[in-house]
């Protein structure tokens, strides 16, 4: 089926526009039943000079473009993805293992980011104010950064992708782009829709390879003005200090420890609804999935035994299957860090009340399947109540009161997302001041998070930047300040004349 789809059994660089074979190269394998789909390119960093050259060479014209004709190529681009949306969806569940219904949703994800970021086309608003002086006229403008290095991560292989490049693309800069090599195949077509397009060759340059070959050379490159990187909170604190000393800038999304409250005046089926969806949709590998379930001591055993009732119901297999809920763990070392915070919570005496298991029968071998999990009577120290997971992993933390979630919810080094179940209105106004993560949800689960607005998170999980959203054009630009003087006489500023 995938070669029938993809009409490709080994994938190549896109450089200055031109298709670039790459000897060395590495199986992509399909996580839901361990066979291989393609092969992707293991480049070195002279890939990258190359990407940079042509980017900076494509970026001086693309600038002189004006913005509304840049923005028609993101139109273009939106309006191929829409026609293609199926295929695109089914090669998303293929080389990522997420189910058909989220592969579809996540390649909407991308279509709306076109169309919203073509928008911009016709406004990227800049500013104008009074000036100091007589007869000057002053305001301030976005202006592309140059060349901008964007690092993409598996689990939203072209939503995150889009969020990124789009804006960029718009602004007026070129790209070199690494797209994780676990799944290269949306970078891949994300890059021949660009090509269809029309977009000026050299304006985005996609590198394939390790991020160790790959981003470190991007990371290092002085031409390479901006990284935007979404991934593990590790690399991105490598990124950062690398970027720091160069004085790049870095703008960085590193996951989330997110939690549901449930208050006791909840509206339990519906927060049973929005745990289910957002701890283990995905297989609970999201950044905004939800891994803690703060809830009240006065619902808590209503509530788990809710939650177990309808974890029973969840079916889990191959994601292209339209009938299964929860698709598989994307490798093996995903799969091999989840068992081992099943140890620690085991050991730090969190109750296990489900899954806890890989998944191995028949109908499940060769993939990565993972038993969705739920610890009950953790506390909020507990190492599986305070570090990433990226599983279908959730914890039960009994509180006592609205201020003791609130101080839980913020007691640990993310704040990504953040979500609340409950039915008084004053509860919801100080929630949503008081949660310290950059997304709350109120009556929802903690993920869904809408192209328009800004996602991001406070703490660990990034570095003050947000992607999507206008903000993101933050990342993608710098402000110009234009003074000019027309009152004929040399006017100066900031002098004290008595
Ligand atoms: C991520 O997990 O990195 O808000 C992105 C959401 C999705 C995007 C998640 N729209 O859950």
């Known amino acids: ?31 839901a039943n361990g066979k291989t789909i393609v092969e992707v390119p293991l480049s070195e960093g002279a890939a990258v000079n190359s990407a940079v050259e042509s980017a900076k060479k494509a970026q001086k014209e693309w600038a002189q473009v004006p913005a509304p004709q840049r923005a ?25 293992g997420k189910v058909i219904e989220e592969a579809r949703g996540e390649v ?58 789009f804006p960029a693309i718009v602004a007026g800069n070129a ?31 996609v590198v394939f390879g390790k991020g160790s070959t790959v981003g470190d050379a991007m990371v290092n490159h002085k031409d390479i003005r901006v990284i935007s990187f979404t ?10 200090s690398k ?64 939650l177990l009732a309808e974890m029973e119901k969840l079916t889990i297999g191959d994601g292209l299957d339209e009938s299964i809920k929860v698709g598989p763990i994307i490798n093996e070392s995903g799969l091999e860090k989840i068992k081992k915070y099943i140890e620690i919570g085991k050991e730090e005496g969190a109750k296990l009340l489900a899954g806890g298991y890989e998944l191995t029968e028949d109908n499940h071998a060769g993939g990565n399947y993972f038993a969705p999990t739920l610890f009950t009577d953790a506390t909020p120290e507990m190492r599986i109540a305070q570090e990433e997971i990226f599983g279908p992993v959730v914890s039960l933390i009994p509180v006592k009161s609205f201020e003791e979630a609130i101080e839980v919810n913020n007691g640990v080094s993310y704040g990504l997302s953040s979500s609340i ?22 009556n929802a689960g903690t993920t869904g998070a809408e192209i328009h607005l800004p996602f991001g998170g406070t703490k660990g999980t990034g570095n003050g930047h947000r992607d999507s959203g206008v903000q993101a054009l933050d990342v993608f630009t710098e402000w110009k300040a234009v003074y000019v003087d027309f009152s004929g006489k040399l006017q100066r500023a900031q002098i004290d004349v008595e």
């Not at 993409?152 to 992708?161: C, K, Q």
């Not at 991934?231 to 950062?240: L, Q």
């Not at 179940?421 to 109120?442: C, E, M, P």
């Open 231 to 240: 991934g593990s909170n590790d690399t991105g604190r490598s990124i950062a």
């Open 421 to 442: 179940f409950t039915s008084d209105v004053n509860k919801v106004f100080k929630a949503q001041r008081d949660l310290d993560t950059g997304i709350v949800y109120v």
């Open 1 to 31: 089926m995938a070669e029938t789809l993809l009409k490709a059994d080994k994938l190549k660089n896109f450089i200055n526009g031109e298709w670039v074979e790459v000897k060395e190269t590495t199986a992509v394998v399909n996580p």
């Open 72 to 96: 028609e190529v993101l139109y273009r681009v939106g309006q191929i993805m829409k026609e293609r949306k199926e295929r695109l969806s089914q090669l998303l569940t293929m080389e990522n």
């Open 108 to 165: 909407q994800e991308g279509i709306d980011m076109a169309f919203y970021m073509a928008g911009e086309g016709r406004r990227l608003f800049g500013q104008t104010t009074p000036a100091e002086l007589k007869d000057k006229f002053a305001m301030s403008q976005r202006c592309p950064v140059g060349v901008v290095g964007i690092i993409t991560p598996w689990n939203f292989p072209i939503a995150i992708a889009t969020w990124k490049s």
């Open 243 to 306: 970027c720091g000393e160069q004085l790049k800038k870095v703008s960085l999304e590193m996951g989330g420890k997110n939690a549901v409250i449930v208050m006791d005046d909840a509206d339990l089926s519906l927060a049973v609804e929005g745990i289910l969806w957002s701890a283990f949709g995905t297989s609970g590998q999201r950044c905004t999935a939800c891994s803690r379930v703060i809830v009240h001591e006065d619902v808590k055993e209503t509530l788990q035994e809710r």
């Open 175 to 205: 790209v070199v782009w690494k797209p994780a090599t676990e799944t290269p195949i949306m970078a891949y077509e994300l890059a021949k829709i660009f090509e269809e397009a029309g977009l000026p060759k050299g304006i985005i340059n």
